[in-house]
């Protein structure tokens, strides 16, 4: 079964930056889609950042030129870099990818379990 665990959450100051790590495991035979979605306290969850397989990515107006996602075909991780947070960007963060793993017929959505990210002074 394919897994998806995020790292490199935690609080910062106004203006700080930090960088996640999502990384899949399991028998994988192809990921499409990978990206960042975030949820607040009280909200519903919301689309941050993608990038597909080449490379081409998408970002939420809220974040643009201040975050940055990539990611490693060869590790299967993706990656989120912040910079300039705000206290807005604070919520819980979530990796999501199109996975076609082993004993599946084709790709299949997978979330992380989410990591936290606190942006305060």
């Known amino acids: 079964q394919v897994q998806l665990v995020e790292s490199g959450g935690g609080s910062v100051q106004p203006g700080g930056s930090l960088r996640l790590s999502c990384v899949a495991s399991g028998t994988i035979f192809s990921i499409a889609t990978m990206g960042w979605y975030r949820q607040a306290p009280g909200k519903q969850r919301e689309l941050v950042a993608t990038i597909d397989h080449g490379g081409s990515t998408n970002y939420a107006d809220s974040v643009k030129g201040r975050f940055s996602i990539s990611r490693d075909n060869a590790k299967n991780s993706v990656y989120l870099q912040m910079a300039n947070l705000k206290p807005d960007d604070t919520a819980d963060y979530y990796c999501?990818?199109?996975?076609w793993g082993y004993g599946s017929d084709g790709f299949l959505e997978v979330w992380g379990q989410g990591t936290l990210v606190t942006v305060s002074s």
């Open positions: 999501n990818a199109d996975v």
